[in-house]
């Protein structure tokens, strides 16, 4: 059975920053490009940031470029987000999410829990 | 970057009705459209695939057609447990892109 499962999240102050965590199990993980998608409280999906296979490609959304890192530990079967600079608008529940391919295109086949970040002095 | 505009933004509908959601997409997309249901508290879970494939575990009742930049997606024989935000996305591009989701409730 495939199981994604997301740590890492909290409260945290402005200008502060997380690292988010990606668990993943019950799959050939080095097979398949990774994705973190936020959800704002009451709105809607947003692809933050997305990595392939062996990290060649990676992709962020200009809301995260240059506060933002994916990376991803093919031996620990792990993705991760360092999110630095934090913003109030990154407040959001952050899901992890399996692509179907090993690029950063394709379907989002499997979700984790998500977690939350919440941004507030 | 590729605007997906789904209509409409809600829909109330009784049990058994057919549902219909449309996602417009800003340029041609070819087939690389994909639908997912996301109930309240709970994480999106894919329903289909480029544009009209189906998922193993989905119910039949939901179908998707459309190519280029119109999509459709259909829900035959509603049920109550289909009470939930339905949410297209495309992966032609980056950025992949969401609609900005469409929320259905049961009457």
């Known amino acids: 059975e495939v199981q994604l499962v997301e740590s890492g999240g909290g409260l945290v102050k402005p200008g502060g920053s997380l690292r988010l965590s990606c668990a993943a199990s019950?799959?050939?993980?080095?097979?398949?490009?990774m994705t973190w998608v936020r959800q704002a409280p009451g709105k809607g999906l947003e692809c933050v940031s997305s990595i392939s296979t062996s990290s060649t490609y990676i992709y962020y959304a200009d809301s995260v470029k240059g506060r933002f890192t994916i990376s991803r530990d093919n031996a620990k079967n792990s993705v991760y987000l360092q999110m630095n600079s934090l913003r109030a608008e990154d407040t959001a529940v952050y899901y992890c999410a399996r692509i179907s391919t090993r690029d950063r295109y394709g379907d989002f086949d499997y979700w984790g829990q998500g977690t939350l970040v919440t941004v507030s002095s | 970057e590729i605007v997906l505009t789904q209509s409409p933004d809600f829909q109330s509908v009784t049990p058994k009705e057919k549902v219909t959601i449309t996602c417009r997409a800003s340029?041609?997309?070819?087939?690389?459209l994909h639908w997912y249901q996301q109930k309240p508290g709970q994480s999106p879970k894919l329903l289909i695939k480029y544009a009209s494939q189906s998922i193993s575990g989905v119910p039949s009742r939901f179908s998707g057609s459309g190519s280029g930049t119109d999509f459709t997606l259909t829900i035959n024989s509603l049920e109550a447990e289909d009470a939930a935000a339905y949410y297209c996305h495309q992966s032609t591009s980056l950025p992949n892109t969401f609609g900005q989701g469409t929320k259905l409730e049961i009457k």
């Open positions: 019950g799959f050939t993980f080095s097979s398949f490009g």
């Open positions: 340029q041609s997309i070819g087939t690389s």
